[in-house]
């Protein structure tokens, strides 16, 4: 009688192991291609301005805090460094474009020496950030 009893029970379980594989490879599908957020490192006080406009597909992000630091990746960078830089952040994401998020107490001069610098880099999308008025 025991021996019955198991044999049904058996066959009413069900195997649950193949749902966990698909779970398992759905969570690293989501976990790879999920596009993470990149923060320049700094917090900073960007303009205002009215003719803003919504910028997608910005991958680059160098911040100058009001004391006219470059912030790449958290990092804070030499002025001279700043070429090379987003030189090696290109090689990763040849289409991606450079958004400066400059400090509205930030000397105009270091804002254009990073333009420029990604110019010579090869950056062909190149903006500044500013909060819409």
Known sequence: MSRKANAEEET??????????????????????ASFIK????????????????KKNANILVAVNADNK???N???IDPRQ???QIQLLLAENPKGAV?????????????????????????????VSAEKK
């Open 82 to 84: 700043i070429k090379n």
């Open 12 to 33: 009413g379980a069900i195997d649950l192991t193949p749902m966990l594989d698909v779970v398992f490879i759905m969570l690293i599908f989501f976990i790879v291609t």
């Open 99 to 127: 958004v400066i998020q400059a400090d509205n107490k930030s000397n105009i001069k270091t804002l254009t020496e990073v333009a420029q610098a990604a110019r010579e880099a090869g950056v062909a999308d190149v903006s």
């Open 39 to 54: 923060e320049p490192g700094i917090q900073v006080n960007r303009p205002d301005a009215t003719t803003a406009a919504l």
């Open 70 to 72: 470059v912030w790449i």
């Open 74 to 76: 958290k990092n804070e």
